[in-house]
């Protein structure tokens, strides 16, 4: 009889006792397995680093950000930028990223819904349409930076007349291209989801495709879609790279107090472009600036990622 | 009603089944609504395409080849290396990808594999949060957190603050879970079956994760690392913050080194004082289009790549 069992590493036959006692304790499978434990810390490890990454990068900037904002207090939020760091404040920010997010809003969720019902519930097994479901995915994967480009070009320069050039329109328009395609992904997805059963139910009524969709399918997709919107949204409210390209103003800018009317025909910021222009500042104190507005914008990321979530767990059905 | 059901019985024909025209006409305006919604899809490709390809061409009129081989992108001084801008996002993307595969890969097995249902439906979100992290805070977190604290700690105070390894690492955690989200997917997605088979033949657990599901999915996996690769030769903000040369760089393949990317070569034109429509060298600003043609190219090759795997995942299953 063998004295080292090869059943498994770590199993080691007794002396003295019989192949069916080994056998059977392999089959219970009580034993403590280091290499599998090894393997599965190992694997564990790697997923805390990343989230560890995530809480070091929150830890840090809430050690620079907060004190300045205890400092400022609101007066942060009110007062507009500045050479000065005691005296910049994210005004124009905040202003801008909520006029570019109601222009992305106009655009870009009413687009790509509508091309998500099309490709979902119209669209037929064609050539013409696995090219629309592939060019999709393609633009997906456009670095961001390229649609500054086409933003450059046919907003800024071609439609002049119409966005006014360097305005906060031709920013919008931009970033509502940016995140079009991830609209129409998740929007499908929220489309596909509903149940075949629910169309057929409206057509044996004598409904047409249109009244099918519009009674049925919409509705029951619509927590799918608000929350992908609001998750493109979020998207949005970070992108900074094709703001560069179409005007969005870094630096110094000087215009003090525009309002929010006067914006949207002159130069404009957002609250990430404010950030990477603050970055980039010599100034030691503005590292401390740069992290209270980062809390800001962090702060609004993760109120809207939250509220997606907590729509999604409540209203989100199981077929 | 009922005086309607005993009224004479009419045959029934196509035409009334297929409603008023009035219905009809409307059902085909919403129609083609919808089609015009998908395929302006097909004019976003088009216009990206004509917007680049015009003032790119314009810009291989006005160099000579001689400056496309220069040491260096100094675009304002007439210096257009493009092999310097070649270099140094092969150096980001590569530092990237060494950070993301393992984590990624890792995060991805163990919440398909390990992690009990109420461990991954809090795991998970966390890690969409980490995916959901502006790239300007990675940048910031990049050159205040990663160069002083990791790279200046390895290699020594005198190593500049600004280097392409310190973006790179940034450029890796943006990135990190993406791949772990697409590599999840495609090991979710292998049966039931397979495992058990596995497990029926004595396999321990590692063995079966690694060595049957592992490869099962693998399409997958190469198709997450693809999308990762991609998505790190397109990230700007961080390389732009962390990776510092404003102005234009050195060719390096040094990644402690300051440098710069095709996206950055493209942000700094942007955002210098002469830059969109200025009056610098005359190719400078046509430059822009030419970087962002090739960037264009080489990210929808990896993305037809990676869908091709994805696809091939699909069919299997």
Known sequence: ?319 | MAQVAIAAPKRLTAADLAGSARRRRKERAIRIAFLSAAGFSILVSALIVVSLLGKAVQFLTLVHPAQLLAGGWFPRQGDFGISTLLAGTLIVSAIAMLVATPLGLGAAIYLSEYARPRARRTLKPILETLAGVPSVVMGFFALNVISPRLIQALFGRATSIFSLAAAGIGVGILVTPLVASVAEDAMFAVPRTLREAAYGLGAKKRVTSLRVVFPAAISGIVAALILGVSRAIGETMVVAIAAGATGGALFTLNPLHYGQTMTTAMSSLAIGSDAVGGNSAAAAFPSLFFVGLVLFALTLLLNAAANRFVRRVRRRY
């Open chain 1, 1 to 319: 009889m063998a004295r080292r069992s090869d059943l498994g590493s770590g199993v080691v036959a007794i002396p003295g006792t019989t192949a069916t006692h080994v056998v059977r304790a392999a089959l219970r499978g009580k034993r403590f397995r280091v290499g599998d434990y090894v393997v599965q810390i190992l694997l564990l490890m790697t997923l805390m680093i990343a989230l560890g990454v995530l809480v070091v990068l929150l830890g840090n900037v809430a050690i620079r950000g907060v004190p300045v904002l205890e400092q400022r207090g609101t007066n942060f939020l009110t007062t507009t930028n500045s050479t000065l760091p005691f005296l910049a404040g994210v005004k124009q920010g905040i202003i801008g990223s909520l006029e570019l997010l109601v222009i992305v809003l106009i655009f870009a969720i009413p687009l790509g819904v509508g091309a998500a019902v099309y490709l979902e519930e119209y669209a037929k097994d064609t050539r013409l349409n696995r090219l629309l479901v592939t060019n999709v995915r393609n633009l997906a994967g456009v670095p961001s930076i390229v649609y500054g480009i086409l933003g450059l070009i046919i907003f800024v320069e071609f439609l002049k007349p119409l966005t006014g050039g360097l305005t906060v329109i031709s920013g919008g328009l931009t970033l509502a291209v940016v995140v079009l395609p991830i609209v129409i992904i998740t929007s499908s997805e929220a489309l596909r989801a509903v149940p075949n059963s629910i169309r057929e139910a409206g057509f044996g009524v004598g409904a047409t495709r249109w009244e099918v969709i519009r009674s049925h399918v919409l509705p029951s997709a619509a927590p799918g879609i608000f929350t992908g919107a609001i998750l493109t949204l979020a998207r949005a409210i970070g992108e900074t790279a094709p703001l560069l390209l179409v005007g969005a103003l870094l630096g110094f800018f000087a215009p003090g107090n525009v309002g929010f009317w006067g914006q949207l025909r002159g130069p404009y910021t957002s609250l990430p472009t404010l950030i990477f222009s603050w970055s980039t500042q010599p100034n030691p104190d503005f590292r401390n600036l740069t992290a209270a507005a980062i809390i800001v914008l962090m702060a609004v990321l993760l109120t809207v990622n939250a509220a997606a979530i907590v729509l999604r767990n409540r209203y989100e059905r199981k077929w």
